[in-house]
DNA sequence: TCCGCTAATGTAGACGTCTACATTTTCGCG
DNA sequence: CGCGAAAATGTAGACGTCTACATTAGCGGA
């Protein structure tokens, strides 16, 4: 702990100081750590004993300004508080921080103001790429990002005609592939329970994907809070002339099955139901619920790949499409059954 | 889209272009930025017009590099696919953000190695604050800290004891105060489901609070993986003489559920079966969860404001214990019933 | 021994912003 | 009309690291 004044300024040693320990100038210190083939074996030796003694740690800032780069990547979700943002998270941090890249969070409760006053504090902060969910952004994100002169690319969403690069799946279709798997068992009578449509545009997507379903097809929509009690609350709205359940979420699928065991309703014998995310706990309940598979960990991968690659490159992003696919299982049966 | 020579050196306007434009010096552009009061109304008018013109946004990195900070703070975690830990970084990044701080996240997958690996690009990358999880960690990892003059905390867990400080609550107290509920009901023979011990201190610690339940009472530990399947395998090795299941995650404890529903077997008529988290789902299910409520959203906010007010003020970080309870639900029921 | 080449190291300035201090301008008032 | 204080602006250098270029040292060969 001793405070040598030698080689102390405000707290922290240099790279100076280390040269001045060692008797070296600055520049072969850097060389030392940075081409150290390049600086003499004594040398480094006498560089290494002197970074030792004075508990030299380089300063990232330093590094990152004469660089001009940082190494990291923000991205920006409505929440973290739900398993398909912090999977598709996860992986995203995974695959970046195998290309040596750090990822920033900020959460914008769906929320396109505060998302726009967090993606000023990451771009203030210096993030070399910006990952958002979703296609509905206050008009001033893009062309913040354009000045701060970082890309944006935008996720959850496939639409190769929007101004940003999307890497994600096509709502609609997915959307239309559940509801044919219903009507395909023979129902016409379907209710269909899903979260607040204000500023959730994939919920949005997935309701255009359902309303042309067609003429002989009754499609009743419940619109209920994106948890568990609002699945279970929206059954109030459910009568037995609907002979299946679609649930625009997993999670509301669950609440829905829960509430529909706890008054002896059952699945499928008295009514399908479906799902939509196909989380990790969908396949073991009973019974296993039928859902659709989002590609949310390919599409963490793929993002993180896609920006890195850019951020290499410096090719622009192009859109990548990732597919849905159904999940059957033992939760919907044939009308008649 | 005048691509202007005059203002452009390597492709991005600097405060020194704007100046040229306003035909002002670098310096009253920083002022009519950051102290605006201090320029008179005609300049600072030039001034925007300048930065309009010349399309200049700060450089984040110069600015750090001069102020010495990065309002950047880091986080490492095992996983982000799991409620417990995205619920914590959820209430973290939340009252961070509101701090002006901005959150990193690592995961480290559990594994001491990657923790430190990541834990250096976290530094390398300057932040100001690290958050572990747990207590377990490479010994470098402080060490490491301490020359990078940041300070760690640890969550998930509170021992005022530790090398660290430590935010979180008392494990081995939870344990006993879950177990304590099933005694009291009568159980005698308890079958305890649990993740891997390796590479997890807080089941570790839960175990540890259970071990000395006292001569009358028979625990058959049943180690499993950490995820719903897991719950539901366990089962294999449970019979009817274990008159109650205390699993500790409501992971598994879902997964338990799901199969003895599948099974028929009755909740809690044939078996009282108890979870640990009080995680969302827990009280909707059917019958709905006993679980143990750990504080997790408080952890994210104390943590939080503990790390801001360090950074603040300079001061150590305290050790803050969070308390944990019973939420009693139908799921068990007194031995006899 | 000296030339010339390579290896090793030093010098200087750039990166973009901030700020203490110096200088200039403004303006009120005698 | 000029003095002096206050307001406005400019100058210079710091922050810590990197790197192109300049310089020195070292060494083998003739």
Redo the contacts between chains.
Sequence with gaps: MAQRSTFRRK??ATIIDVGRVAGVSDATVSRALNRPETVSQTTRERIHAAIAET?Y?????????VS?R???VGALVP?????I???F??AL??EL?AQ?Y??????TEGDNTLELE?AK??????VEGLIVSGLSHNGELLELAE???VSLVATSYYEPGASLPTIGYDNEVAAKLALAHLTGLGHRNIAVIHGPVSSNDRTQSRLKGLHDAGNDIDLHFIQTSL???GG?EALLQWDRSMTAILCLSDVLA??AL??L??DGIQVPHDVSLMGFDNM??SE???PPLTSLKLPIEDMGKATAKAVCDHLQSGEPIASIELHTQLAVRDSTAPVGK
Aim: aromatic fraction near 6%.
């Design positions: 707290g922290r508990g740690v380089p300063n990232p800032l330093a590094k990152a300004m001009g940082t190494h990291t929440t973290l508080d739900h398993a943002f912090s999977k998270l996860h941090e995974t921080s040596s750090n990822l920033v969070v900020a959460v967090k504090k990451l771009l203030s902060m210096g000045r701060a002169a948890d568990y009690r279970g669950m609440g829960f509430k065991q706890a990790d706990p073991f309940l009973t």
